[in-house]
């Protein structure tokens, strides 16, 4: 299988996503997530001289790096500093209607994650922060530190599926009164008193998921974006969505089933009323998941899953 290594950030399932998305080589093409741009080289190699690319990242350093990365393609590759919930937008900046392919690779990369300035990781002790855009006015400073009780034990609840997600509020809650939590090395010092027993993942882990998903509004991004870019894409143009953990991954089959369905009508009405059309077919009834050896090469693509589907007339 072949690999795209980068000192920035290894692409998880990198064979598959290209060969499942680029179908014409003249093509128009759109990464919608930048990264260390292992992805977008991967689209870019594939491509004829015709072919295009555009990326789209709202974190600088990442785009700093592959400029350099990818500056070899010249003119076949246009970046843009953006969130990926304005991906139409883009497309008309670079100068088009409607496009190939899309690809959405849904994680935080690893030099992010690596990163202790960046305040993603539970095993640093560094500022709370989380922002993927460094100008967002919301890092997880604010949420531990201004959202209510009720509010924290919702976001960790729905977005971390944490049990203990009423006690680690609470604590937060009580923590917070006597001094601001300013680090990530307090936040998770509070997280463990939520667990006094033993626990098989680290304690901290689906709170730091959670906090950093409400920061970036990364599921309400998610949906936005699949609907956007479904009404993008030419006739038999593709769309390839990678997603990290189940949250993602149920919001990206929900949305594609629902895209796929023509009628909407209620159960049980002799014939449709409705009208509606369906604008996709399921290219992947089930997702594609990495081979063994991705695995063992790269702990971070245990949980990867690849949906793609297709935009019908």
């Known amino acids: 299988m072949e690999e795209i290594i980068s000192e920035y950030h290894i692409p998880v399932l990198y064979r598959?996503?290209?060969d499942n998305l680029v179908i014409n080589k003249d093509g128009i093409y759109l990464d919608c997530t930048l990264g260390g741009g292992g992805h977008s080289e991967g689209i870019l190699k594939e491509l004829s001289e015709k072919g295009r690319l555009i990326s789209i990242d709202q974190d600088q350093q990442a785009i700093d790096f592959a400029k350099k990365r990818l500056e070899k393609y010249g003119n076949?590759?246009?970046?843009?500093?953006?969130?990926?919930?304005n991906l139409d937008t883009v497309i008309y900046m670079a100068g088009y209607d409607k496009i190939d392919g899309i690809l959405m690779d849904i994680g935080v990369s690893s030099t992010q994650l690596d990163d202790p300035e960046r305040g993603f990781s539970y095993r640093y002790d560094t500022k709370l922060d989380m922002r993927m855009n460094q100008n967002n006015p919301l890092s997880a400073y604010e949420v531990v530190n201004e959202y209510s009780e009720e509010a924290l034990m919702k976001i960790l609840f729905e977005y971390g599926e944490e049990r203990n997600s009423r006690r680690i509020a609470k604590f937060i809650c009580e923590a917070r009164e006597i001094k601001k939590i300013e680090t990530t090395g307090e936040l998770v010092a509070i997280?463990?008193?939520?667990?006094?027993?033993?626990?098989?993942?680290?304690?901290?882990?689906?709170?730091f998921q959670a906090i950093r998903i409400e920061v970036n509004r990364e599921l309400e991004v998610l949906e936005k974006a699949i609907d956007k870019a479904v009404d993008s894409l030419k006739v038999g143009g593709r769309l390839g969505i990678i997603t990290f953990h189940s949250l993602e991954d149920r919001l990206v089959k929900t949305k594609f089933k629902d895209l796929a369905t023509a009628c909407k009508c209620p159960p049980g009405l002799p014939i449709c009323v409705c009208g509606g059309k369906a604008k996709v077919k399921l290219i992947t009834k089930k997702p594609i998941i990495p081979e063994g050896n991705e695995v063992e090469f790269n702990n971070r693509a245990h949980s990867s899953k690849l949906r793609v589907v297709e935009r019908i007339g």
């Open 76 to 85: 076949k590759w246009q970046v843009f500093k953006n969130n990926f919930e």
């Open 16 to 18: 598959e996503s290209i």
């Open 191 to 207: 997280i463990k008193r939520a667990y006094p027993e033993r626990a098989a993942k680290h304690p901290a882990k689906k709170t």
